[in-house]
């Protein structure tokens, strides 16, 4: 059923060929594309430290020492905005364009403030796409699971991603076709053990509507263990590490999913929606969808959830 599942091979590639159609383009219409930019002259390691420095100036000092006028209600009560985001979401797009002139920005607070921001991602400019604070919850709470997400992406493809646990000292990058490192080690997933439950991270109960609770739920059957997922980068950072199985997300902002597919790719993941096709970072896609730690475990979870759908 899941013809289209995408993996993205990082180191020995000899278990992949069982998987039909695993490259984006098996289900991406035929429209002509421009060339992928140059990224010859991109200094990546000045894209790490843009990030670190952002952190470092704007959110790292309002962890634990927000006021109540730093925070702010953007839908309702769980969905929150602080100074931290605003800020280091500035930073990021001033430093970030100015690495790679030409460059766009598609940020979660800009495209707050004006959702037509989201056409960048359909034109021929390479695309920084930015959540300054991923896990703003986590952060008004004192909770160091939060993390800076950056990736680049030029006409749908991402080309890397850059995943900050600050509060961790946690540093992910991931580079389409090169492989994905942790603090300078080569992160690989590794496989489910036979047999074992496997962990799964689902769309918080608190962001999901009573359908989506619906078809979420057809993972609490033997064999799996869904919880409900705290930050979204730092639930695909846990599978790229191994440490859980598999993410299955009932929403599709770019922000929050970008940098951690491709981490979980180079580590030798994979992901598909229920329609049985590879994640769209343009959106449209047919949801839910996920991010495992092998083929099998990702056909099994999209298996359950598409016959939930």
Known sequence: MIDALRTQPSGDTANTTDVAAVTPTATTPAVPRSAAPDL???????????IRRAAADE??????RLAA????EKNGPHDLVTSADRLAEEHLTAALTALLPGSLVVGEESVHADPTVLRALHGDAPVWIVDPVDGTRQFVHGDPGFATLVALAHRGEVLASWTYA????????????AGAELNGVPLRTGSAASGAVLDVAISHYDFTDD??????AALDTGGIAPRPCGSAGLEYLHVARGEIDATAFSWENCWDHAAGLLLVHEAGGASGTVAGEPFRIEGDNALPFTAARDAETARRILGLLAAAN
């Open 69 to 72: 006028d730093d925070i702010i």
């Open 59 to 64: 959110i790292m000092p309002r962890f634990r």
């Open 166 to 177: 600050p509060a961790l000292e946690l540093m992910a990058v991931a580079r389409l076709g």
């Open 211 to 216: 359908d989506q609770k619906r078809v979420l």
């Open 40 to 50: 010859s002259a991109l200094d990546f390691a000045a894209v790490e430290t843009a």
